[in-house]
């Protein structure tokens, strides 16, 4: 096992495009990082330099405390995943998982050894004599991640493993995939555009957009304290709601009603003119539900609900709502990062399932206060969170100065 730290990485393309730009993450012995983001964000180009796969710009690569710039892939001692599994089709099973050992030029004992203790954490014995086209992509992927395990690699690196595989079957390879790290203790990077996957998988989770580091915290550090609009509307789904929002004294102003804040949220807000607000769906409540009784009849609103959504377990109720010119435009700037994710102008509560609510009912609204955000719609900067908390969020405008820089 191996630490590895990126030093200022950046790798621009002969036209002088950045695709990452000026990142620095250190990833610890034994973690679990996920890199996440959008297509075209930089994740994979990123770990394809780690791998040596990619030419570093500038910056430094540092595996183990060894600086790896100018090794070659072979020399890194690493072990990479890919997306289409990269098997080859007229070996079995035992021979694809066996294939980097052969080419060390292990001997016969050591390389039967390895593949069959392989196989039994990967649950591929009855498997091994089998072609890989008689197999499902699940099986695929294991035999993809058996040759990565008996490498006795550092690091694996893993290039969105699971996008291939239908929605029931990433579930079942998440959790094997969690298992095998913990079991094997190995320092993992983890490239995804799913955040489900980045959510519960990772140890920490890197968030990047344009080639720019936005935030690096843990899973719950990321929910709950987003740095700025992009990691917002970027983690959670359905995403958070964002809405035109004043703030005078501790009033905050929405479209729906006024909200009394926290004197300490209120103080970093009050002043700056026209915000943005953001409030998780499961952050608002009907007042006059049964689950409800405990709510008072403060921050409360009455709204018409245009669309309902019955899932079973949980309700998805929709509210549309007025927004000013200036608000539009950013959050059709912040749709367009996010590949198109809707951000409309509706405001999206999560109900229990047991609701009775109908399409042009009218309902009695409760939110959250305490887990109101509020964001700089210039900047995006989240105003009510600690920008030092924990190291996790780069500085605001060294990630803005990136991006200025990599627009020019």
Known sequence: MATIEMQHIVKRYGDG?????????????????????????????????????????????LIGGKRVNDLAPRDRKLAMVFQNYALYPHLTVYENIAFPLRLAGEKNDVVDQKVREASAVLELDEHLQRKPANLSGGQRQRVAMGRAIVRDADAFLFDEPLSNLDAKLRGQMRTEIARLQKRLGITTVYVTHDQTEAMTLGTRVAVLKRGVLQQLATPRELYDNPGNLFVAGFIGSPPMNFLPATVEGTTLKLPFGEVQLPADKAAKATGRGLLIAGVR??????????????????????????????????????????????????????????????????????????TQLSEGDTVKVWVNAEKIHLFDPGSGENLTVDLDHAGTIPAVEAARAAEEDQSA
């Open 281 to 354: 769906p499961e952050h608002f409540a009907d007042a006059a539900a049964p689950s409800a009784r405990d709510v008072s009849d403060a921050n409360t609103f009455d709204a018409t609900v245009d669309v309902v959504e019955w899932l079973g377990n949980e309700t998805y109720a929709y509210i549309p709502f007025e927004a000013p010119p200036e608000v539009q435009e950013h959050l059709a700037e912040l749709e367009r990062d996010l590949d198109g994710e809707s951000l409309r102008t509706q405001l999206v509560i999560t109900l229990d399932g047991s």
């Open 17 to 61: 495009f950045p695709a990452v730009n000026d990142v620095s993450i250190d990833v610890e012995d034994g973690e679990f990082l996920i890199l996440v983001g959008p297509s075209g964000c930089g994740k994979s180009t990123l770990l394809r330099m780690i791998v040596g796969l990619e030419d570093i710009t500038s910056g430094n690569m």
